[in-house]
């Protein structure tokens, strides 16, 4: 029998999917965390080895994320509702939910959080950490061995500014926007500063950007990317 799969269909399918995972994932969590608090000091080999573990199981929760926002942008990427919040603590989550992606590729991660001491924003909070720990991944990943990634905010000239700057390559000046796009992540993939990341990296971070009443675009003339947002 051939059924007909709608995009709205497929949206709501995907997002079964994304809620299905994220119950084992968060099994392996708790079950990992409870291994290193039993696995005595000495055993360096089966704390490394649980280490790994864990940063796995982030990257599947990661991935598991933006497969979320690809149902949210089958769904039509719809805006969710905004509030004010303190930029300062978006950017210490968005830290911690990085630091065992950035140890893991031996890079230095450094966020200031304190550059957005004064700043609040004005967006869905929980979309626009997705997009920031998007653009922050993705700079960890091309930041090169022993690289490093800075994050800090500022004050721009039509709102607030994110930048993510890494010590990798930046993105090809051929690619543009299109890395942005999701037809731009299958050619990406392949191409010599195509800077694709895992789970569609880049796009991911455009639809939750979207989703969350911001926008995300790459910096000039470095290996940096801008989160765009409303705020004061």
Request: aromatic share 4%; proline share 2%; glycine share 10%.
């Amino acid at each position: 029998m051939n059924e007909e799969l709608s995009p709205e269909l497929v949206s709501a399918l995907l997002g079964l999917f994304a809620h299905d995972l994220r119950n084992p994932l968060s099994a392996l969590h708790s079950n990992v965390s409870f291994l290193g608090s039993v696995v005595g000091a000495e055993d360096t080999e089966a704390h490394e080895a649980l280490e790994d573990v864990a940063a796995s199981s982030d990257a599947l929760g990661h991935i598991t994320d933006n497969l979320e926002l690809f149902a949210l942008a089958l769904d039509g990427a719809k805006p969710r509702e905004m509030h004010e919040f303190p930029l300062r603590e978006l950017l210490r989550e968005a830290a911690q939910k990085s630091r065992r992606f950035a140890e893991s590729y031996r890079v230095t991660l450094e966020v200031d959080a304190d550059s957005a001491a004064e700043l609040r924003g004005l967006a869905n909070r929980d979309m626009l950490l997705r997009a920031l720990s998007n653009l922050i991944r993705n700079a960890i990943q091309h930041a090169g061995e022993t690289g490093k990634v800075s994050v800090r905010a500022a004050r721009g000239s039509a709102g607030l500014v994110v930048g993510v700057s890494d010590s990798g390559s930046p993105l090809a000046k051929e690619m543009g926007e299109a890395a942005f796009t999701a037809e731009g992540q299958l050619s990406t993939k392949n191409v010599s500063g195509g800077r694709y990341s895992r789970g569609l990296g880049l796009y991911a971070a455009r639809i939750a950007a979207g989703v969350a009443g911001a926008t995300v675009r790459s910096g000039s003339g470095a290996s940096r990317f801008e989160l765009c947002v409303t705020g004061r």
